[in-house]
């Protein structure tokens, strides 16, 4: 009976190796549990929602007595979902565009130029931020009001009244990403590009605003999830026989408690995190978040 050689060199550097690997001491595991902890207890409601949507019952009751998919068909053929969400996609979309286009460029002023008030000017934009959304909705709804009447024109109830005061909602996310970019972004590049006979024109389209495009897609990205998910400041200007998605929900509540709501809370979960996992895939959103 032959016996196998044993390599006692292979024996050796594995034990060398078992020593050398770092072992995880019992406050790292104590650590990551309680980071396991918290990313579940704020996931909760997420999950909670979306668990809710496929109940079968009518009235919510742990456990459930079954699961089905009817309430996700009977929001699809709610009318008022269905125009809500269509008005809340094109608000939304239109609103995060202008405050993008309107931030960037408040954003280049407050941080290449220095002027009289630069620091007031940019405290005012920043305060839709803490400015409570139903008190910031008044205000506009008494602004338009007296715009109305000085101007002779209607712009409570209007589609454009409401976009604009959208607008001034998403603007201070673009100037708090911009701005945070612009500080790390090297001035010498647009010096060297206009040394080279770039103009001002020139030297933004072609080296700052590219230098500056995952601090832009952010910005869109989160004016749009501000604009979409906005109660407060819409309440008092949109018009009659208008609703967005979440007054259409608001509304459904007066009168229904039934997993519908969960269904149309679970499919807009859903919709904004593939907008948020596509923009990543193309733009990193750590690197400006």
């Not at 790292?28 to 809710?52: D, E, H, K, N, Q």
């Not at 519908?260 to 919709?271: D, E, G, P, Y």
Request: proline share 6%; aromatic share 10%; charged share 10%.
């Amino acid at each position: 009976m032959t016996q196998v050689p044993i390599d006692r060199s292979s024996i050796v550097s594995s034990r060398a190796f078992s020593r050398s690997r770092p072992r995880l001491l019992p406050a790292t595991w104590f650590v990551r549990a309680g980071v396991a902890l918290i990313y579940l207890f704020m996931l909760s409601p997420l999950i909670f929602v979306i668990w809710l949507s496929f109940f079968k019952d009518a009235i919510i009751t742990f456990p459930p007595s079954g699961y089905t998919l009817s309430w996700y068909v009977n929001a699809w053929h709610n009318d008022a979902f269905a125009n809500g969400f269509v008005l809340s996609m094109k608000l939304a979309a239109g609103a995060a565009l202008g405050g993008v286009v309107l931030g960037v460029a408040a954003s280049l002023a407050l941080a290449r130029y220095r002027f009289a008030g630069r620091r007031l000017v940019g405290n005012v934009l920043l305060l839709p931020l803490v400015v409570p959304g139903i008190v910031a909705g008044i205000a506009a709804y008494l602004f338009y009001l007296r715009a109305e009447n000085a101007l002779d024109i209607d712009i409570v109830g209007t589609f454009g009244g409401l976009l604009l005061a959208h607008i001034c909602l998403t603007i201070p996310w673009t100037i708090r990403l911009v701005t945070a970019s612009l500080g790390q972004i090297d001035a010498t590049v647009e010096e060297a590009a206009r040394n080279l006979g770039a103009g001002p024109w020139r030297t933004l389209w072609r080296v700052t605003l590219p230098m500056l495009r995952p601090a832009i897609v952010a910005s869109t990205l989160f004016g749009f999830i501000v604009s979409f998910e906005n109660l407060e400041m819409t309440l008092p200007l949109v018009g009659p026989g208008k609703t967005t998605l979440p007054i259409a929900i608001m509304q459904y509540l007066e009168f229904n408690l039934d997993p519908t709501i969960a269904a149309v809370s679970a499919a807009q979960i859903v919709l904004l995190g593939i907008v948020m996992l596509i923009t990543d895939r193309f733009v990193k959103l750590g690197k400006v978040i």
